[in-house]
């Protein structure tokens, strides 16, 4: 059963703390992205990645970092550099980076106490 | 300015009645133009991909179209199910071997029971 996971579904964060999200597809696709969803906002990418040990800065990485050891991980590090990280993330994942369907993981709940 | 709106932002439906969402797009050199389907608290599920003008594609109740500057969604005969935010993302050539996904803030589709 072929697909994207994130975990966990809840996360919540103290001042100051560094955060991993995971997120694993077994789709066998080489691109991966991360994004940041508010309210009455679209989404937003973070980072992305086209291919293994490969990986951009988006319109808002800064306070965020990423890594591409593996095709089928691309985990999120939000930082305590992020000032305000409150937010819904979205993994995707595509065949290809350019013109190819992204497909969204179930997402991750971040809240900051 | 926004590159991708949609329109309306909000819409509220008796069963049965037939509408179309809106999604219009500025940017230049498009790639391709997607439409999602996110449900409360989950990430967005794919609907429809269209590459050209004069494209169209349907499912059920939906219908996708997609001329030079604007795609519809229309919904025919819709039922309380297809309650639900409704997401268009247009990916375009920003520059070189660059390309964007720019997502549409959503509109926001409540079915009356």
């Known amino acids: 059963d072929g697909g994207i996971t994130q975990s966990p579904k809840y996360l919540f964060r103290k001042e100051g703390q560094n955060v991993t999200l995971s997120c694993e597809q077994n789709l066998n696709h080489d691109a991966m992205y991360w994004y940041r969803q508010d309210p009455g906002q679209g989404l937003r990418l973070i980072y992305y990645s086209q291919i293994v040990n490969d990986f951009q800065k988006g319109d808002i990485a800064e306070g965020y970092s990423v890594s591409r050891e593996k095709k089928e991980s691309f985990p999120l590090t939000v930082t305590s550099a992020q000032k305000n990280p409150t937010a819904f993330y979205l993994c995707?994942?595509?065949?290809?980076?350019?013109?190819?369907?992204?497909?969204f993981g179930p997402g991750t709940r971040l809240t900051v106490l | 300015e926004d590159q991708v709106t949609q329109s309306p932002e909000a819409l509220r439906l008796q069963e049965g009645e037939s509408s179309s969402l809106n999604c219009s797009y500025t940017?230049?050199?498009?790639?391709?133009l997607f439409w999602y389907r996110q449900d409360p608290g989950k990430g967005p599920e794919f609907l429809f991909t269209l590459y050209s003008a004069g494209e169209e594609k349907e499912k059920e109740r939906l219908k996708a179209t997609l001329t030079k500057k604007e795609s519809f969604l229309h919904i025919t005969a819709p039922k309380p199910e297809d309650s639900a935010t409704y997401l268009c993302?247009?990916?375009?050539?920003?520059?070189?071997?660059?390309?964007?996904?720019?997502f549409g803030k959503g509109t926001l589709l409540t079915m009356n029971p």
């Open positions: 940017v230049s050199g498009l790639r391709g």
């Open positions: 993302a247009v990916q375009w050539n920003s520059g070189g071997s660059n390309y964007k996904l720019t």
């Open positions: 995707a994942s595509s065949i290809l980076f350019s013109g190819t369907t992204q497909y």
